[in-house]
């Protein structure tokens, strides 16, 4: 076993050491509010498309409209609008969640923002902060870059010859009426709207992963964090025994703008186990060992509690 650290901690033990006694709080009670109310029970209780959480956005900025990530024998590939650029970063991770949590509670294809765009940012747990770098525009930027990109997730068993596809935009079309760089236009209109694509909607509606939303607002610094802990609630859901993921499988699905080299795995390795001790603060029940291989996955108790209830099959 690789012996780096033991990664069940709790968030006080975890940011003892930061040095900001402010982000300790907030962690804490963030946890504690976790722990003592399901996700459910708090209102919380949101949904990811299983096809985003297989393999994921961009972590960062990147300046190539064309993007892909690696799961075994899936692919997904990002083609970005240029005009807008490809999604990225945690932002899209939440609206998504948002997205898809709407979805299945209105069972609507046509979702509306809400009736003020205060009421939309607090949904996602964002400031109302407008200018070029706060939370307003940084969000309306990412709707953008997401609504505007042509996804495509390709599974092929070369093996059998088998090859499947799914090509869909998470929106066939969408109206945002407000411009957060203007104090004035604080409100949306009843007009904003996203209108999911067909094959979409039915992907999120079908075969939706249930997820507690509190975490992924608590990780929204870190989109590696988001991805890891969507995953492990993914994997965990069905998962029947132990099971070993190699570091470069892992680098292939998770890792972002990483040298194709020995040092670039070592680099991803670091910065993946240093997320998953996290992760797991929120998720102490996933049954995770690190090996010098990769990690292993020990089937697990599901994050949300009563998953068999909520209606996910």
């Not at 990690?295 to 697990?300: D, G, R, T, Y």
Request: hydrophobic letters at 40%.
């Amino acid at each position: 076993m690789l012996e780096v650290f033991d990664i069940y901690e709790k968030p006080d033990q975890l940011v003892r050491s930061s040095g900001s006694s402010k982000k300790t709080d907030k962690l804490i009670t963030e946890y504690l509010a976790i722990e003592a109310e399901s996700a459910k029970e708090a209102g919380m209780l949101a949904f990811m498309a299983r096809a985003m959480i297989m393999a994921t956005l961009p972590h960062s900025k990147l300046d190539a409209d064309y993007f892909q990530r690696w799961n075994g024998d899936y692919v997904l590939t990002i083609q970005a609008n240029p005009v807008f650029g490809m999604p990225y970063g945690s932002l899209p991770r939440l609206l998504l969640a948002w997205i898809t949590r709407e979805a299945k509670r209105t069972k609507s294809h046509v979702l509306h923002l809400g009736k003020s765009f205060s009421e939309f940012l607090r949904a996602l747990d964002l400031s109302r902060s407008g200018g070029k770098r706060g939370d307003a525009t940084r969000l309306r930027d990412q709707m953008l870059r997401l609504f505007s990109s042509h996804i495509s997730c390709v599974y092929q068993d070369k093996k059998n010859g088998v090859c499947k596809a799914d090509q869909f935009q998470v929106a066939r079309s969408f109206e945002l009426w407000w411009n957060p760089l203007k104090d004035n236009q604080c409100n949306i209109s009843k007009q904003s709207t996203i209108t999911l694509s067909k094959d979409f909607f039915e992907e999120i509606i079908d075969r939706p992963v249930p997820i507690d939303l509190r975490v992924l607002q608590a990780l929204r610094k870190s989109p590696l964090q988001i991805d890891i802990y969507t995953w492990l609630t993914y994997r965990f859901f069905s998962l029947k025994k132990s099971t070993l993921i190699p570091w470069i499988s892992l680098k292939n699905q998770f890792g972002s703008n990483y040298a194709e080299n020995r040092q670039g795995l070592r680099d991803f390795k670091r910065e993946f186990i240093r997320s998953l001790r996290v992760v797991t603060a929120f998720y102490n029940e996933a049954k995770v060992s690190l090996e010098d291989d990769g990690i292993n996955l020990n089937p697990s108790r599901s994050h949300i509690k009563n998953i068999h209830q909520i209606g996910v099959h």
